[in-house]
């Protein structure tokens, strides 16, 4: 059973930046597509990135495009949410997920992930 902890959340103006990680174990991390999720309060989680785990191509939704990318190692079994020019509205509580084999169509949504790590805090001030 694949194990995900998130790492390097926190604090950050507006216009800064940050890096996220999620570290996996207990399983063939480069058999598992990647994904990125962020829930806000009152809000429903929404997918922010993935990347595939065959090719690596990888998907952002509009909202993050341009600001965010998305990379992982598959020798450290890590991804990474690299964030720039933040905004207020990014604030969330930031999931990663790991989806065994998945077709690159199914990689927005939440569904199609079978783990997920316990998430990490950032908070964007304005």
């Known amino acids: 059973q694949l194990q995900l902890v998130e790492s390097g959340g926190g604090l950050v103006q507006a216009g800064g930046s940050l890096r996220v990680s999620c570290a996996a174990s207990g399983g063939t991390f480069r058999s598992y597509a990647m994904g990125w999720f962020r829930q806000a309060p009152g809000n429903e989680r929404e997918f922010v990135a993935a990347?595939?785990?065959?090719?690596?191509?990888?998907y952002y939704a509009d909202s993050v495009k341009g600001r965010f990318t998305i990379s992982r190692d598959n020798a450290k079994n890590t991804v990474y949410l690299q964030m720039s020019s933040l905004k207020p509205e990014d604030t969330a509580v930031y999931y990663c997920?790991?989806?065994?084999?998945?077709?690159?169509?199914?990689?927005?949504?939440?569904?199609?992930?079978?783990?997920w790590g316990q998430g990490t805090q950032v908070t964007v001030s304005s």
């Open positions: 990347t595939s785990w065959s090719i690596g191509d990888t």
């Open positions: 997920a790991a989806a065994l084999r998945r077709a690159d169509y199914g990689l927005p949504y939440q569904t199609s992930y079978d783990y």
